[in-house]
């Protein structure tokens, strides 16, 4: 995607739902940040892990947990979560979870 060209994108037709599994979708990707839209199934989990850069996760639909820095919050539509770089983070689904991922590339 060209980093000087707007984007529009229907968030809710990107919900792909795999029966226990995790869909993710690349929405954005150039030198300043990656979107990725991803949508876990009942259950479905990141594992407690790190990354590089500063990213925020967005709650689109459903429910879970996020936890951050070993405090763990609950997930809902609306939510918004800013994580700085090397934060331990992880995220479970209770029931369908959908989320935008951005990470901030420095």
Known sequence: ?????????DLV????????????????ENEHHKIVHFTFADG???SEHTASVPAVIHILQG???????????????????????ELRHAVVARGE???LLTMFKT
């Open 13 to 28: 037709a990107m919900v792909d739902v795999a029966e226990q599994g995790i869909v993710s979708k690349a929405i954005v």
């Open 63 to 85: 429910e879970g947990t996020v936890t951050l820095g070993g405090e763990t919050h609950e997930a809902r539509p609306g939510m918004l979560y800013y994580m700085p770089a």
């Open 44 to 46: 479905q989990e990141l």
């Open 97 to 99: 979870l959908v989320f």
């Open 1 to 9: 995607m060209d980093a000087q060209k707007p984007l529009v994108a």
